[in-house]
């Protein structure tokens, strides 16, 4: 993911502080970014030299000064420019595979414990994705079409979850079932 372009995607529902993006960024599902916290801020001020956003002062009485991010047209066609490129293939670097790849070395018990503690956080992560799409804590809804495509965004995370479900639950159904011959 691009940071700087996540930023002026953001920034073209509203004009936000580094602060409130860092927070969006940190709670989004898909908007992942591995990076530090200053790196947001570090992108902001390319972004501005660049001339693809502006910034305003706000000076408070009460707490620092802060300073409001807007796009400007440059920036919404450069972030257009990038939703037009070819998108990238899909990631599927999950660390369980890893994790998994090496459990033979368990016991019966341990791998059964390791699989079940899996699921559980799986369902832990659907209900918890269920929770943020009831919420809309950042979506975007200025048109119908908008709407549809955040919703379309949250169910392909849920059902990304769902179907990791359904594969750790035939997991542990192909290893209960042949138990016998699977025994060293």
């Known amino acids: 993911?691009?940071?700087?372009?996540?930023?002026?995607g953001i920034l073209s529902c509203n004009p936000l502080t580094g602060y409130d993006l860092k927070k969006i960024i940190r709670d989004s599902s898909f908007m992942y970014w591995s990076g530090n916290n200053n790196q947001i801020y570090k992108s902001l001020v390319e972004l501005l030299n660049e001339g693809f956003v502006t910034n305003e002062v706000q000076h408070q009485e009460s707490s620092p000064s802060k300073k409001i991010y807007t796009i400007t047209k440059e920036g919404l066609a450069e972030l257009k420019q990038w939703v037009l490129s070819t998108p990238e293939p899909p990631e599927f670097k999950k660390t369980f595979l890893v994790?998994?790849?090496w459990a033979d070395q368990l016991s019966t018990d341990e791998l059964n414990t390791l699989l079940s503690q899996y699921e559980y956080e799986v369902k832990m992560q659907i209900v918890m994705q269920q929770e943020i799409r009831r919420r809309g804590t950042f979506t975007s809804d200025r048109t119908p079409r908008e709407k549809l495509i955040w919703d379309m965004i949250y169910q392909n995370i849920i059902s990304?979850?769902?179907?990791?479900?359904?594969?750790?639950?035939?997991?542990?159904?192909n290893l209960l079932g042949s138990k016998k011959e699977l025994l060293p």
């Open 1 to 8: 993911m691009s940071i700087k372009h996540a930023i002026l």
């Open 99 to 101: 994790q998994l790849a």
């Open 160 to 173: 990304a979850y769902e179907t990791e479900l359904a594969w750790v639950k035939q997991l542990q159904t």
